[in-house]
């Protein structure tokens, strides 16, 4: 007992007055907060791991903000080191020289990039990514192709070549990209006039235009997916730092009881923010390196990337780590300075005065006051897209959400009366902390609404794509062209495209043209008749003019109806096509070459109009049939064959390719069909819906763990009201009241939202506004199950803590 | 009993309404320096009000609070928040002690934020939660000890900082008589050693009876015992 | 306790005789126990011989009972230093103290201060012992808790009774 006298001479520190924070006392209350932050038992550490997760999505998806540029870029600079478009014409061989032929095609909506290839010397010049050019007959593929190859035999066909070896990464954009080289001793090069030949001769790759990587409308897409896949992640991660907020506020005073001034409240309620983030920073980089491995296996619009190089620009890294944590900080901040924490408790300042509406409606208006001079400007292929304007419209109209969601919330909540024990329960407890609900819910509401838009805008631009054509998709679905078939082969390719499997129906004919007879003595530069020549059967006419009586040796003349063309089309019809005249049918580049191939019109050439063809066009000029005219003496001709596929065959389309195929590297074969790009909306909706599932999972997490937080700080009231004969299924009812209300109330209000930016992006593409209601119930539907989910979830615990000795004071 | 010396702290014609009723209608108190000051009256007649005033945690609408010869009116939240930390210590009826921390840490807060190193001022700890007969649940977090053992890990943490004044307010309100006496003789005792006075707030009289002097709060206004006898 | 001292305070609100003495006695105070006419004479008595009451007059056919006391001012400085001294604080006490309050309440004396005091000499007392039973061994500890929760018992028996002092005096009123 003698001894205690020692404690009575403790060294009673000095008082200390007010000094400014040295950097000793903000690491000290920094760590002291992430003590807080870590310790605290199981519940501590699901608030962490939740905010932490939270931040490191937030973190994951800016740190693939910032690797879009380098993607994009990495991807262009693959694209021009093997383009040749731009390659100039070479007139003779060279060591150095090869011939390439363009082969891609398309295989059930996927672009298949091909090339036919045969060197010319010793030395050829190879593709990126290509060690050595493949002989004849042999090829080079992507292994992605090689997969595919692998299934399907039908492809196969179409390109039977060897398989020799693989191109490396270099000569391809994306892992999942389908390309081929293939080596070829049928190419011919084309002569100056780019006529003759089937290929092209070059000296090497990389000629190339520069475009731009994306169209304006894909442009805006990515935007507003980015917006609308952060947007909801910084709002829970607004939320997450706030979780076990009532708690750390009593904390926090009971620090104050013991002498800690306002500052150093703050800076602990940072501290403890900030462990969250920086654990979210390490989340977040974990999340981005394996969902970039993913992305290797995702395919958006027949764009794939390499995950090495979906590199985040470096500057913008370091902003992110330096940003995110000082956000989460600021948050916090933010969210303490509507409390005092006092020695005694917490005060919420403004409790019992009304939320006003009026800014709140302010944000989402100056949203849409940012989107609308923009209506109407991201059409065709150049408009440019100022995305800061846009991004910020996007942002401020989804966040209007969140902040007119509080007023609603307090609006509605208010005015609610009577009704049985568990709802009152409910509707009081909403009545007193109606901030918190409306927290609670601002998450699920904005991924709502962001969702509902971007469905919106995908699915009009999706249209876009199918409806561009205006190809009267039930008369053919499919032409084939083979460039440089005199009127000879027209009939053959006719042949074998007709008794292609699937074909139901095909109409060929041979496009040329003629000119004036004195073409040939006319001085350079003056102006030559134009005259279109159609030679094509009966049946084949009758799709393109309104020919009446018609038998072989038939000749039609056939006046543009095109009114921009002006009257020189007419004109020159009037003047030169006219029964027994003649015309040259020597028609080739300026100036004159060669003698003139004469011919006359038949005497009973008579006049037709002219109907849309097949494929969309309008047709003019003379049209015959072949029996009027000597096929052989025809300029450039180009056999079309327009086809009408029969419905019931599958893969139609795909054994005409290969009927195109095999006709030789300069037939094309285009399918005027829109099936295939609706696989790709559905693949693109599919991936929204599971972004955005995802998503309000993550936010039923923290729903969750709110209301458990709720739930256990009153477990002794809850202990109260069993005791005295409540029934559990009634607070079991009240609790999902309790969520379910203000989520109702947030759904409607993202409906509105996101309809509303739904219909301002439409307005920006120039698209009909056009709601998809099945979309709008399927996210409410979604976010209703979240609901659902938390509060059966929620179940198992709150039956645990009303069992009796809750009544026991802890 | 003390030697008359000068009042460490007073207190006259304190006023403190919450709303329209008045919790505090003029009371005065004063206390020297060692002094265990006992305030008892019915509940809700103002004790807590009273003693909150004292402390500095809430502002009273009229009157003042001198500690030390200064006026508690004119200091800011920062220079109030330093009282507390160096001059004050506080034993409530429970709650007191944050959750998260083991009673140690919890012990040791009041001097770490006063900027001891956090190795000193676990040993100063250490050395009063032994001194206060609950050294073996210093690892232990206050929601897995016993309600006494709490309440003197709160007395050790209201001392640990060498107070000129405790505040317990019904520091043995949740106790049963035993650990309630266990409490009370162990503050008596070692507020007498550090020679801290004490702010008693009880409506028992067994534990007033711990104290030197006793003041009785009724509907807001203060009555000293002593001068009354 | 002093069954002379009450009777002088009921005389303090005017002359009676020994009859009404008894009889307002026994309504007040005489709950289970009726004063006997003998002891109100002696007591009367001996108030005379010490000249705290004097005989105010004798009723025609007089017999002792026929006697109307009066207070004198003797008599009335005796009842206020009886009131303002606290009782010894001891077991039954509560008699002393009932009869003291409705007394100081019969006679407008501030009752509320007699409360009071009593308050601090109980919890005078109460230091003591506690001071005792921190220094003592357990058998002083034993034997001091004992005295102290009968202690606590009568000091809560007051602070009750201040709580209620307005009602009383209502009641007493009547
Ligand atoms: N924070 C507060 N808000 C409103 N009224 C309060 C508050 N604190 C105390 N009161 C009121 O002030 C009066 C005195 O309270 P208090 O000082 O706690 O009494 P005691 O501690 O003596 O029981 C009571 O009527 C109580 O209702
Ligand atoms: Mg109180």
Known sequence: MSGRLAYGSAPAPAPAPERPAGVRVWARDLALGARFAAGGGREGWTRTVLTAVGVGLGVALLLL???????????????????????????????????????????????????????????????PGVAELPGAGDMVVSPALRELLRSTPLLRERIPYRDTGTIGHAGLMGPNELMYYAGSDRLTARDADYQHGNA?????????????????????????????????????????????????????????????????????????????????????????????????????????AYPSDMTPNTALTVLIALVVPLAAVAVTLISLRGTAIEPLGVVRHGLGRRRTLWWRVLVPLAGLALLVPLFGSVTGNDAHVNEYQTATGAVLLLFGVTTVLPWVVEAVVGRLRGGPVAWQLAIRRLQLNHGSAARMVSGVTVAVAGAIALQMLFASVDGQFVHATGADASRIQATVNVPAADARQAAAVTEKVRTTPGVARAYGFTDSRAT???????????????????????????????IGSCKPGS????????????????????????PGKRLDLNVGPTPYRGTPRLWTLPSGTRAAVSRTDPRGQRNWGVFVTPEAVDASRLADPTTVVMVNLDPGTQDAVEYLRNTGAALGPEAQVSSVSNFTTQTQYAQLRRGLFVGAALTMALIGASLLVTMLEQLRDRKKLLAVLVAFGTRRTALAWSVLWQTAVPIALGLVLACAGGIGLGAALLAMVGEAFHVDWGIVARMSGIGAAVVLAVTLLSLPPLWRLMRPDGLRTE | MTAPAEPLLTATGLRKSYGPTPALDGADFSIRPGEVVAVMGPSGSGKSTLLHCLAGIVRADAGDVRYDGRSM??????????????????????????????CLENVAMPMRLSGT????????????????????????????????????????????????????????????????????????????????????????????????????????????????? | MSIGHALLGLLESGPRHGYDLKRAFDERFGHDRPLAYGQVYSTMARLLKNGLVEVDGIEAGGGPERKRYAITDAGVTDVESWLAQPEKPEPYLQTTLYTKVVLALLTGRPAADLLDTQRAEHLRLMRELTRRKTAGDLADQLICDHALFHLEADLRWLELTSARLGQLAAEVAR
């Open chain 2, 73 to 102: 009116a004119g200091m800011s939240d920062g220079e109030r928040s330093a009282l507390r930390r160096a001059d004050f210590g506080f034993v409530f009826q429970f709650g007191q002690l944050v959750p998260e921390l083991t």
């Open chain 1, 555 to 578: 000749a039609y003349v056939v006046p543009s109806t095109d009114r921009f063309a002006g009257p020189s089309p007419n004109a020159d019809l009037a003047k030169y096509a006219r």
């Open chain 1, 65 to 127: 903000a910032a690797a879009v540029p380098a993607t994009l870029n990495s991807r262009e600079h693959k694209r021009q080191a093997r383009d040749t478009s731009a390659a100039a014409y070479v007139a003779k061989p060279s060591g150095k020289s090869l011939l390439i032929a363009d082969v891609g095609t398309v295989w059930h909506g996927q672009q298949v990039g091909g090339a036919l290839l045969k060197a010319e010397g010793a030395k050829p010049a190879v593709p």
């Open chain 2, 117 to 229: 190193k956090r190795r000193a001022a676990e040993k100063q700890a250490a050395l009063w939660l032994d001194r206060l007969e609950v050294a073996d649940v210093a690892g232990k977090r206050p929601g897995e000890v016993s309600g006494g053992q709490g309440q003197r890990v709160a007395v050790a943490r209201a001392l640990v900082s060498g107070p000129r004044v405790v505040f317990a307010d019904e520091p043995t309100g949740a106790l049963d008589s035993l650990n309630g006496e266990r409490v009370m003789r162990l503050l008596t005792e070692a507020a007498h050693d550090t020679r801290a006075a004490v702010v008693l707030v009880t409506h028992e009289a067994r534990v007033a009876a711990y104290s030197d002097r006793e003041i009785v709060v009724r509907d807001g206004k203060s009555r000293d015992m002593e001068r009354a006898a």
């Open chain 1, 516 to 546: 004036q007879p004195d073409a040939a003595t006319l001085r350079d530069g003056q102006d030559v008749a134009y005259i279109p020549l159609v030679v094509g059967d009966c049946d084949t006419l009758r799709q393109m003019a309104e």
């Open chain 1, 200 to 304: 092209k001769r070059i000296t090497g790759f990389g000629e190339h235009i520069t475009s731009d990587a994306l169209t304006p409308v894909l442009d805006l897409l990515l935007i507003i997916m980015l917006v609308v896949l952060l947007l909801p992640v910084a709002v829970f991660v607004g939320t997450a730092v706030r979780l076990g907020g009532e708690r750390r506020d009593r904390r926090l005073a009971a620090l104050r009881l013991v002498g800690a001034d306002i500052r150093t409240t703050r800076r602990i309620a940072a501290g403890e923010a900030l462990l969250g983030s920086v654990l979210g920073l390490g989340a977040g980089a974990g999340f981005f390196f394996a969902g970039r491995q993913l992305a290797a296996h995702v395919t958006i619009h027949d764009i794939s």
